[in-house]
């Protein structure tokens, strides 16, 4: 996938590296030892061979339960299997509420960026909303707007389907822009990393108004809210630089204070570009709106001496997010206090086998 709504980037089925060596046993060896009488494919024979074997083992992988698929590109990602019943760190807990329990429902109603203002305004006002200059199911609804330019064109349903428009378009421009809205709306989201609470939510077009500067897009800063069992919060801060501007992003995290870096991930050393008392706002307001939850990310812009609400994200990465280093895979899996099943716990029916079931240990 593009974005693993970390900010960073998944390792692709059949990539290179040392935590990519357990899928060396799912593909047959494309060389041979001397002496054992079979010719070895070299050069562009072998090469496509590769490719045919992993195209190959994508399809397989695809045909299993979601929760095989999630155990399988773990093992890729990380070179071991992932505690399901037993999950410690955070990517282990992102998949225990993938796979095993979950209020589907109500992560379906808030991860839609449409759906979830409203719950935003009675939550915490409606300025911290981006103004909404549109919202339909037809793309050629767009053609209404008065201008394009200084605006974000983005779908409700899911993550990296949006466009920033920051200068006005021409007619082919337009053109272009409305063929990828058609192409988001026909997309189910929840089958690309299986997220089931992605499935069912009715995708839309939506255009917000463009808060950034004609030299960058605003900066992300990512509140991963985790609730105590007293009702009060442990979290981490990720600000995320250069989004939509630069290939390879650059970010900080700040563990339980926002002055302090922990962890920096091609950072060249540079403070959040807003006021400490605006970022001491985000965090009281990422309290209320995760106040209902034992974890949820929310996110932010501040611009313009203003917060802005981003997104309420419930299975950051799909649980494969990379690069969590220094510990802090486990340090944010100790901080989540993570409510599990009562009972014998049905997996998500949809992709997963209606019959699948886990036992709570």
Known sequence: MADNGMGLQAQPLGAHGGAGQPWAALLPALTTSP?????????????????????????????????????LYYLHTFGRLPDLYAPKCFNEKILYRKCVHGDYPLYRRLADKFAVRPYVAARIGEAH???????????QELLRLPQWRQTVIKANHGAAMVEVVRDEPDAQQK?????????????????????????????????????????????????????????????????????????KLGMTFFVGN??????????????????????????????????????????????????????????????????????????????????????EAAFPTQGLGASARVPVR
């Open 129 to 139: 909303l981006i103004p909404l200059l549109l919202d339909s199911t037809d793309p």
């Open 175 to 247: 053109r272009r822009i409305i063929e990828r809205c058609g192409q988001w709306l026909r997309t189910d989201f929840s089958d690309k990393v299986r997220e089931i609470h992605y499935r069912d939510i009715p995708p839309r077009i939506l255009v917000e108004q463009y808060i950034g500067d004609a030299q960058q897009v605003p900066v992300d800063y990512k509140f991963h809210m985790f609730r105590q069992v007293d009702g009060s919060f442990q979290y981490v801060l990720q600000v995320i630089y250069g989004r939509f501007d630069t290939p």
């Open 35 to 71: 002496g054992d009488g079979r010719a070895t494919p070299t050069g562009t024979d072998a090469a496509g061979l590769k490719r045919l074997l992993r195209k190959g083992a994508r399809g397989l992988l695809r045909t299993l339960p979601w929760r095989h698929q999630d155990r």
């Open 258 to 343: 926002l002055h302090e870096a922990f962890h920096r991930i091609r950072d060249d050393g540079r403070a959040p570009p807003c006021a400490p008392a605006l970022l001491e706002q985000a965090l009281e307001l990422s309290k209320q709106l995760a106040s209902d939850f034992d974890y949820v990310r929310v996110d932010w812009y501040i611009q313009h001496g203003q917060v802005y609400f981003g997104e309420l994200t419930f299975t950051p990465g799909a649980g494969l997010v990379t690069g969590l280093d220094r510990g802090l895979d486990r340090m944010m899996g100790d901080m989540w206090v993570q409510r599990r099943a009562p009972v």
